[in-house]
């Protein structure tokens, strides 16, 4: 609140000025200019309010896109500008929330006398501005809808094009695995059954080799049941399984789960999917000699969410290539609305983490 007040009596005082010159001189021209530089100086003091109050207030207020067709002139942009909403409630709220901060002002000098206030009072008027500045400097209910519309249908196409490519695997993999281990099964069965009467042993010899290779497609199938959805993972949960996961690496990997309750499946098998190709690509191109997979469960007012992060200390340079590894696990993570980052500067480390939330 102490911080609040400069800018915002500095944000009240060249706005009232500049519109009130702007309108007043408009006759004469000289007014647009002003008035050009009045709705630059609101978008700043507007950006500047939603920083103040996230770094004071803890409360991220997202900033409203001011969508201008740019075909037309530059007096056509401007006009449509000025007179877009989003400027004129960030005016609104720079004119109303001058009182506001006055009186902040004035109670978070009480506050720091007067104990109990500070402990009752500032808190409650806190929350009084931050509704204040949602209702104004955010996104309106529109905007929200749309927004969340085109993030659904964006997160929708790439859960399609993710499951597209899953099918296409799990076909491939059946097509040149088990699908040919008992194609030749059938043929030797085929060939001992002729010679079971002539001969003996080659039809014993032909069992033997058909044997093997139902057991190789047996083998082949299990790991390809493992790799959809694992039996360690929906009997033990994601703790047991993301330890099986490092057991198996060829770099030693430090796991450490804390997610209780057992979050959805869905959650449960995206962040297994995700730590164990990060592990594969680790082993394969990172050069690293160990890595750590840290994952835990954060309560947010949007919900639950369940984080995973994967570090090694390898060589760095990871990103996410279209088309690549790491990009087919972010498209994995947007089918339950999840997000996927991955930070990987030349040299190391690598962190890949993501933030995967238990509704959607």
Request: charged residues 20%; aromatic residues 4%; proline residues 5%.
């Amino acid at each position: 609140m102490l911080a609040g007040f400069p800018l915002s009596l500095v944000a009240f005082v060249l706005t009232v000025v500049l519109l009130t010159v702007g309108v007043g001189t408009l006759v004469i021209w000289v007014g647009l200019g002003i008035l050009l530089i009045a709705t630059q100086l609101v978008s700043g003091f507007a950006a500047a309010n939603r920083g103040l109050i996230r770094g004071t207030l803890g409360v991220d207020i997202p900033t409203p896109r001011i969508e201008l067709d740019k075909s037309g002139s530059f007096w056509r942009r401007y006009r449509a500008r000025l007179l877009h909403p989003q400027v004129w409630r960030n005016v609104l709220y720079l004119v109303a929330s001058f009182p506001l901060h006055c009186f902040e002002f004035g109670l978070a000098i009480a506050g720091i006398v007067l104990l109990p206030i500070g402990l009752f009072v500032l808190p409650v008027v806190a929350a009084l501005h931050v509704m204040l500045a949602k209702a104004l400097l955010g996104p309106n209910e529109t905007e929200q809808l749309t927004e969340k519309a085109e993030h659904l249908q964006a997160s929708r196409a790439r859960g399609v094009d993710a499951a597209e490519a899953e099918r296409r695997r799990i076909e491939r993999d059946l097509h040149d695995g088990a699908q040919q281990r008992l194609v030749a099964v059938a043929m030797g069965l085929g060939r001992a059954k002729s010679k079971l009467d002539a001969d003996p042993a080659s039809a014993r010899e032909l069992i033997d080799e058909a044997h093997a290779d139902a057991k190789l497609a047996v083998s082949e199938l299990r790991d390809l049941a493992r790799g959809i959805y694992p039996a360690v993972l929906g009997d033990r949960g994601l703790d047991a399984a993301l330890s099986s996961l490092a057991a198996k690496c060829p770099v030693p990997v430090e796991v450490h789960v804390a997610i209780d309750p057992r979050p959805p499946a869905a959650v449960e098998s995206t962040a297994y999917f995700i730590v164990g190709e990060s592990l594969t690509n680790l082993a394969k191109h990172s050069g690293a000699t160990e890595a750590k997979v840290n994952a835990w469960r954060e309560e947010r007012p949007t919900g639950d969410l369940v984080v995973v992060e994967i570090t090694d200390n390898g060589g760095g340079g990871a990103s996410m290539r279209t088309g690549g590894g790491l990009a087919g696990l972010a498209d994995r993570a947007a089918t339950i609305d999840g997000v996927m980052t991955v930070v990987s500067p030349v040299g190391g480390p690598t962190v890949i983490r993501a933030d995967l939330p238990c509704t959607w």
